[in-house]
């Protein structure tokens, strides 16, 4: 099977306290800021191509979206949950 995505080039974070975001993801994973303006600062891996953008928010955003049947998380609580197979 061939690829059908060879990278993963953004990744789009909505944040309500920009300022606090941005220092936390730059101290978490030792990110450098490209780029800032009213509503976005864009973070990027030192060396590499994959872009961190933090999107400011009126307020917290779901951590989970629904697919009608399923509710899938963008978060978890326990990471066993990981090694559990979901059923297709």
Same mark, same amino acid.
């Given at each position: 099977m061939s690829k059908i995505v060879s990278k993963v080039s953004g990744i789009f974070i909505p944040v309500t306290d920009m300022n606090r975001s941005t220092e936390w993801y730059i101290k978490m994973? #030792? /990110?450098?800021v490209i780029q800032i303006s009213e509503v976005c600062t864009g973070l990027a891996?030192?060396?590499?191509?994959?872009?961190? #953008? /933090?999107?400011?928010?009126?307020?917290?955003q779901p951590t989970q979206f629904d697919t009608g049947e399923d509710k899938i998380p963008y978060i978890i609580s326990n990471r066993s949950i990981l090694n559990t197979r979901m059923p297709l």
């Open positions: 994973f #030792n /990110l450098e891996f030192p060396g590499e191509a994959t872009y961190i #953008n /933090l999107w400011k928010v009126e307020r917290p």
